[in-house]
C-alpha cells in the first residue's frame, strides 16, 4: 500500500469567476463580465485527459468544485466535466461530489441541472446570518435570500452545508452565540465556522493598514467566541472534525478529509494545485494563476501547470503532521515515523499532553480542543528536532 492510500483520492476543479469580489477574500477569485464557456470546458476536459492519463487507473472518492463561485458554471459545463471524471476513473459508491454556491447565484431550475448532472451536496457561502453585517463583508445577497437558497438546495440535495465567519466587526460574544443557534436550527448536518482572518492583499488587508476596520474582537473575545462554538455544536450533535468544520457524524466533507489526511488529488483550473504520487514519489503541482493566462496555456500548449516539485520523504511527514493534526482524528504516529527520518519525539509528547495540548493512544496523536487553538504553537514545539 501507498502512502497516500491512508487519505484517498479526488479531484479538485477550480472556476475563478465571482460576480464581485469580498474584501475579506484572498482566494483566486475573478470578476469577468464575459465568460466563454464553451472555451472553458473544452480547457477543462482537455487538462482532465491529461491527468488522468499520467495518473492512471485509481477509485475516485471525491469531486469538489470550488471557486470563485462554481454556481455560476451552467450546469452543462458541470454535468461534462463530471461524466469524464467517470470515464477516466472508476468512482465509489458513496462518491461525494460537491459544488459551492453563493446565494446570489442560486435558483430551482439550475440546481435540478447540477443534480442531474451528478452533484450530490452543495457548500453555500453565508458568511452571516443578518444583512447589517452581509454588507459589512461585502457580500450581495440578504439574510432572506440566503434562507430561500438554502431552501431550495435541502429541497434539491440530501446534503447541504453552509459556511459562516466570526469574530466580525463590532460582533459581542452574546450575538455570535444567537447566530451560531439559528443556524443549527436550520437543521444543517455540516457546518464550517471561520473566524475572519485580514489577510495581506485584501480589500480588508489594505483597510486595516490604513487603520480602519475598527470593531474588530480583541484576541480574548476571539478566543471565547472559539471556544462557545466548540461547545454549542457539540451539544447539537456537531462535534468539530476539524479546527473550522462540524458535522454531525457520516456527514463530514469526505473530499476535505482527502486533503487533511493526506492523499492525493489532481487539480484543474486556474491558481488549482495538487497532491499525486506518481511512481512512488509524491509532487506538489500547481496550475497558472491568472484565467485568461491558463485558458491560453491549456489550448496552445495542452497543459495548465505552472510548477511541479517532487516532496522529499520528511516534508511529506511534516506535511501529514500539519494537516492531520487539524482532524480530531489525529494521525498514526508509525505513518508519521515512516516518512520521516526523525521520530517524533516521546517526551515533546508527553510534555504538550501534561500541559493539556496532546493527547496519545496506541498510535494516535491527537491534537485536544485547546491544542487546535493554538495548533501553530504545538507544531513548532513537535517538529523543532525534526
Not at 108 to 133: K, P, T
Not at 214 to 242: H, I, N, R
Not at 262 to 279: E, F, K, N
Not at 342 to 370: F, H, N, P, Y
Request: contains cysteine.
Amino acid at each position: 500500500m501507498e502512502d497516500w492510500q491512508n487519505g484517498g483520492f479526488g479531484l479538485y476543479v477550480h472556476w475563478p469567476f465571482c460576480q464581485s469580489k469580498c474584501p475579506y477574500c484572498d482566494f483566486n477569485s475573478h470578476v469577468q463580465s464575459e465568460i466563454d464557456q464553451s472555451r472553458w470546458v473544452r480547457a477543462y476536459l482537455s487538462e482532465l485527459d491529461r491527468a488522468a492519463a499520467e495518473v492512471g487507473p485509481r477509485v475516485l472518492s471525491t469531486i469538489y468544485f470550488g471557486g470563485g463561485t462554481p454556481s455560476l458554471m451552467d450546469p452543462d459545463v458541470v454535468a461534462a466535466i463530471i461524466a469524464r471524471a467517470k470515464q477516466h476513473w472508476p468512482t465509489a459508491n458513496d462518491a461525494e461530489i460537491t459544488l459551492e454556491a453563493n446565494p446570489t447565484s442560486i435558483e430551482a431550475g439550475r440546481f435540478q441541472g447540477y443534480r442531474d448532472g451528478g452533484v450530490n451536496r452543495v457548500s453555500m457561502g453565508f458568511q452571516a446570518l443578518n444583512d447589517h453585517d452581509l454588507k459589512r463583508l461585502g457580500r450581495l445577497h440578504t439574510a432572506e435570500d440566503g434562507l430561500q437558497a438554502f431552501d431550495i438546495a435541502r429541497k434539491t440535495f440530501d446534503r447541504v452545508s453552509f459556511d459562516l465567519i466570526y469574530a466580525r466587526q463590532d460582533q459581542s460574544l452574546d450575538h455570535w452565540r444567537a447566530e451560531l443557534r439559528e443556524a443549527l436550527a436550520l437543521s444543517v448536518d455540516h457546518l464550517s465556522l471561520y473566524q475572519l482572518t485580514i489577510e495581506n492583499g485584501t480589500a480588508f488587508g489594505e483597510r486595516f493598514a490604513k487603520g480602519g476596520l475598527k470593531g474588530l474582537p480583541s484576541d480574548d473575545l476571539a478566543s471565547d467566541m472559539f471556544f462557545v462554538t466548540q461547545e454549542l455544536c457539540e451539544a447539537a450533535g456537531m462535534p468539530a472534525y476539524e479546527v473550522s468544520n462540524h458535522a454531525k457524524i457520516g456527514s463530514e466533507s469526505r473530499h476535505n478529509l482527502i486533503y487533511w489526511r493526506y492523499g492525493d488529488y489532481v487539480g484543474i483550473g486556474p491558481g488549482a494545485h495538487a497532491r499525486l504520487t506518481l511512481d512512488r514519489q509524491k509532487y506538489a503541482i500547481e496550475s497558472h494563476r491568472q484565467p485568461d493566462g491558463w485558458l491560453a496555456e491549456v489550448e496552445e500548449n495542452g497543459i495548465g501547470e505552472s510548477s511541479r516539485d517532487s516532496v522529499p520523504s520528511d516534508e511529506q511527514a511534516v506535511e501529514m503532521l500539519m494537516m492531520g493534526l487539524r482532524l480530531g482524528e489525529g494521525i498514526s504516529i508509525s505513518r508519521f515515523n515512516g516518512l520521516s527520518p526523525t521520530s517524533l519525539r516521546e517526551e515533546k509528547i508527553a510534555d504538550l499532553a501534561r500541559m493539556g495540548m496532546v493527547k496519545c493512544s496506541d498510535d494516535r496523536l491527537q491534537a485536544t480542543r485547546q491544542g487546535r487553538f493554538i495548533l501553530n504553537a504545538v507544531l513548532r514545539e513537535l517538529l523543532v528536532d525534526i
